[in-house]
């Protein structure tokens, strides 16, 4: 049985719609509950909880947001960045040059650069308690340095891994011309290769500083009241009586902000670098 | 300007030796290629003079002094690579400039460099343009300009030509034979193409399994090789070969073929031989080493024309002599049709002559 043109033209339309109809819907299930933090975030209390639910404020409030000012919730989010972007900056500067020496010295044969990113399969939980006990006897909880070097440490195999297949597509003769050229090895990496792995070395820092900056499990068990992040700073508005769901959802969209920011401005190198990166490693 | 030396320079990459003892000098200014098949050594010799890779074994030395700790960037040489290594993120002009502004050279200098080399390669036009928006032809000029501008004391290519198309292969050949004339740096080149070695080089150095086979000018190499190695890497259609026994009557030589005839060698080749004794020997014939005879003479072969290959002014010609195939080369002008039945003269005082236990040459 042939249909005809007209009627194949027909059939197209309708799958094209019935997928974009699920797609929709997919899409409606996933973003709702941001959506219901966002208009949460502008209510006011007494409107959170009625019944019928509103779908959109009556009217905007931004006392939540004020209200941010007193109390710890803008100094975590300001603990949350610090820690992040250091960890993040030292990580990837340490990260690249192993990953460079692990891809183009050979360093440690095949197996080196396999147990390293094993390291990262190490379930959070088990290390938390013994790094816990060495932090408690050096005097490093509840301290900048202290989340530094942790998530310094957990982001560090996943960097170098990263890392390493970037560097290994970058033609090794590019290097080679700007030692001839009168470069050290440490000019041809600064002048060479990580210009070369820019668009790899931007998508893998964003990974990295997302990482940090959304870590709970380490933060809560290492941080008391000095150095609270963002994360731990949420769940402290969470009472056994009932949570301040407005100020969670003003915190929330407080902090999703930097990491927006961040990915739309390199969204040019992300797309780039996650796929640069696929097929190597 | 400067000279090379190497003396017995060993290289392995783990187990596998690459370069064995490698012995050699290239004075200044002298256009030398090092030639060879894939995986003889000759790309890794050249690494190693840059000081990109380091010798296990041996002495390099530029100018009389020793570099063998030297830094590749303090060695002063320049390298220009087979798929040219321009940095993509950097315009033409300071992909050439990168070099001096590593040296810290003062600015004004830097320009009036580039404006030379860039004048001297044609390349005036492409300065602000990135390098991914030139052909290959133009990529190699840049990497030649990045090359010059720095005025080294050695210069180093490596297979600069095997990713270009043929016609602009000798294009860029003749380009680069003209810059050595205009600038007289002591040259090191890479290459596989036969053809490259023989027009470029004033010394040609062929290399197998990692040594030295043979060296000198390109001419001497093809006109008298010292091995059989050497006579069927140069040479394209490739020489014949064919088995026969040497033998002594008086002062005179002879070869005798398998099928019983005799060829005698002319007096002057034959003088090269006085401490060969009787022995088997192979004879290499190259395709224009056979003369077409019209009439019958002396000393002439008669062979039938088994397949032709035209090949524009030369035309390539395969038969059958003493049961061996060989390929000839004659004008194209003489016509000759599948078939034919043709008398061959040939020149015996340029044949090869090999033992063909050793495979050295006899009184090359």
Redesign the interface.
């Given at each position: 049985m042939s249909r005809s043109p007209r009627q194949r033209r027909m059939h197209k339309q309708v799958r094209q719609w019935s997928r974009m109809c699920i797609a929709l819907l997919i899409t409606i299930v996933f973003v709702f509950p941001v959506y219901w933090l966002f208009m949460t975030a502008f209510k006011t209390p007494s409107e959170i909880f009625s019944n019928p639910p509103t779908w959109v404020p009556s009217s905007l409030t931004w006392d939540n947001f004020a209200g941010m000012t007193e109390g710890d919730d803008l100094r975590s989010i300001f603990n949350s960045l610090v820690i992040a972007t250091v960890s993040t900056v030292v990580a990837m500067f340490l990260g690249s040059i192993a990953a460079y020496s692990l891809a183009r010295h050979r360093v440690g044969g095949d197996s080196l650069s396999i147990w390293i990113m094993s390291l990262r399969m190490v379930p959070p939980m088990a290390m938390a308690f013994p790094l816990f006990l060495m932090f408690a006897t050096v005097g490093l909880i509840d301290t900048y340095p202290g989340l530094i070097f942790l998530y310094i440490a957990v982001n560090l195999p996943y960097v170098i891994w990263v890392m390493r297949g970037f560097i290994e597509d970058i033609?090794p003769?590019?290097e080679?011309?700007?030692?001839?050229?009168?470069?050290?090895r440490w000019?041809a990496l600064v002048?060479?290769v990580f210009?070369?792995a820019?668009a790899g070395m931007l998508a893998t820092a964003v990974f990295a500083f997302v990482y940090a900056f959304n870590e709970f499990a380490f933060a809560v068990v290492m941080t008391r009241s000095e150095v609270v992040t963002f994360p731990v700073q949420i769940t402290h508005h969470f009472s056994p009586m009932s949570a301040f769901w407005a100020r969670i959802g003003a915190m929330s969209i407080l902090g999703c902000l930097p990491v927006f920011f961040m990915v739309v401005a390199m969204n040019r190198y992300l797309v780039r670098g996650l796929s640069g990166g696929a097929l190597k490693g | 300007m400067a000279n090379l030396r190497l003396e017995k320079v060993h290289k392995s990459y783990g187990p596998v030796p690459v370069v064995r003892g490698i012995d050699l000098y290239i004075p200044d200014g002298e256009f030398t290629v090092l030639l060879g098949p894939s995986g003889c050594g000759k790309s890794t010799l050249l690494r190693v003079i840059?000081?990109?890779e380091d010798a296990d074994e041996g002495e390099i030395s530029i100018d009389g002094q020793s570099v063998n700790d030297v830094?590749?960037?303090d060695?002063d040489?320049?390298?220009v690579?087979?798929?040219y290594?321009l940095?993509?993120?950097m315009s033409v002009y300071e992909n050439i400039a990168?070099?001096m502004r590593?040296?810290k050279m003062p600015e004004d200098e830097i320009r009036r460099q580039i404006a030379w080399a860039a004048q001297l390669l044609e390349i005036e036009d492409l300065l602000q343009r990135a390098p991914r928006q030139l052909s290959g032809g133009q990529r190699q000029r840049v990497a030649m300009g990045?090359a010059i501008v720095?005025k080294p004391r050695l210069f180093l290519f490596d297979e600069p030509l095997s990713n270009l198309d043929a016609q602009l292969r000798e294009g860029m050949r003749t380009e680069i034979k003209r810059l050595h004339q205009a600038l007289r740096i002591t040259t090191i080149y890479v290459t596989h193409d036969q053809v490259e070695a023989m027009t470029l080089a004033d010394r040609v150095v062929l290399m197998n399994q990692g040594v030295v086979e043979q060296q000198g000018p390109p001419m001497e190499l093809y006109e008298r090789p010292s091995s059989r190695f050497v006579a069927s890497f140069l040479g394209s259609p490739p020489i014949n070969y064919l088995d026969a026994h040497l033998k002594r009557e008086g002062d005179a030589v002879r070869l005798q073929l398998p099928d019983q005839t005799t060829l005698d060698l002319p007096a002057e080749r034959a003088a090269r031989l006085v401490e060969v004794d009787e022995q088997p020997v192979t004879i290499g014939l190259r395709p224009e080493h056979f003369v077409l005879r019209h009439g019958s003479q002396a000393a002439s072969v008669q062979v039938g024309i088994s397949l032709l290959q035209p090949a524009g002014p030369r035309v390539f010609t395969n038969f059958e002599w003493a049961g061996v195939p060989m390929m000839a080369e004659f004008s194209a002008r003489e016509g000759l049709r599948q078939g034919d039945t043709l008398l061959l003269g040939l020149d015996l005082a340029r044949a090869v002559i090999l033992d063909p236990t050793t495979g050295r040459a006899l009184g090359a």
């Open positions: 033609a003769e590019l080679q011309s700007a030692l001839i050229d009168g470069c050290t000019q002048h060479v210009p070369m820019r | 840059a000081g990109l830094r590749p960037r060695r040489v320049a390298m690579f087979q798929n290594a940095y993509p993120y990168f070099g590593i040296r990045r720095r």
